[in-house]
């Protein structure tokens, strides 16, 4: 189901229904270093040469930045499919169908 097609009944009244934000974004968790070490875990077992090895973890305070980040920043993505009805494919899902395109182009 599409959020913003155009035959969608009254989207102005579904928006305001949501009761706040809609988030979107794919379903799971996790890290950044968990989402770089999936990157290069992927792209070796589609046969695309890396020079990087491993991805190491460090702590927030090690990369300073001037923004302020939250400890937390998962999304809530139950009004997308309680109001809307999308469940979005997991992290791993949409990665592998993108990997797949990278590792097509680089090979």
Do not use: H, Y
Not at 8 to 24: C, Q
Not at 59 to 76: C, L
Request: charged share 20%; with cysteine.
């Amino acid at each position: 189901m599409s959020i913003l097609r155009a035959e969608a009944p009254d989207i102005v009244g579904r928006f305001a229904k949501s009761g706040g934000i809609v988030n979107i974004a794919c379903t799971g968790q996790t890290s950044w270093q968990g989402f770089a070490s999936a990157i290069v875990a992927g792209l070796k077992a589609r046969g695309v040469k890396l020079e990087v090895e491993t991805i190491t973890p460090i702590e927030a305070s090690q990369f300073p930045t001037k923004a302020k980040r939250p400890g937390n920043s998962r999304f809530d993505l139950a009004r997308l499919e309680n109001v809307f009805g999308v469940v979005t494919p997991s992290w791993n899902e949409a990665l592998a169908v993108e990997l797949d395109e990278l590792a097509s182009e680089l090979r």
